[in-house]
């Protein structure tokens, strides 16, 4: 298994269906879970789960909690741009 880290940026607020409150625009970190494929000549992963790390309403300064989100939800989210 393999964790890959990055941080997207939403330019504005952005809903996921795992979540029941819309998020505000900022940058969120998003870890990609990967396990190794067996059996081939050459290193290949698959993507077993996608976790998005969104703020806490409640709860100290700095705490998130961490939520899978199906990783084609999360990429138009990010893509969606609000109507003029």
Not at 10 to 24: G, I
Not at 45 to 65: D, E, F, K, W
Not at 70 to 81: M, S
Request: glycine letters at 4%; zero cysteines; a negative charge.
């Amino acid at each position: 298994m393999r964790t890959t880290r990055e941080t997207l940026t939403f330019d504005h607020p952005f809903s996921l269906m795992a979540v029941d409150k819309v998020q505000p625009a900022g940058t969120y970190a998003v870890d990609i879970d990967e396990e190794l494929i067996e059996g081939l000549s050459f290193l290949a992963y698959r993507r077993v789960a996608t976790t998005i790390y969104l703020p806490l309403v409640q709860g100290n300064h700095g705490s998130v909690q961490a939520v899978r989100v199906d990783p084609l939800e999360l990429a138009a989210a990010h893509q969606e741009t609000p109507a003029a």
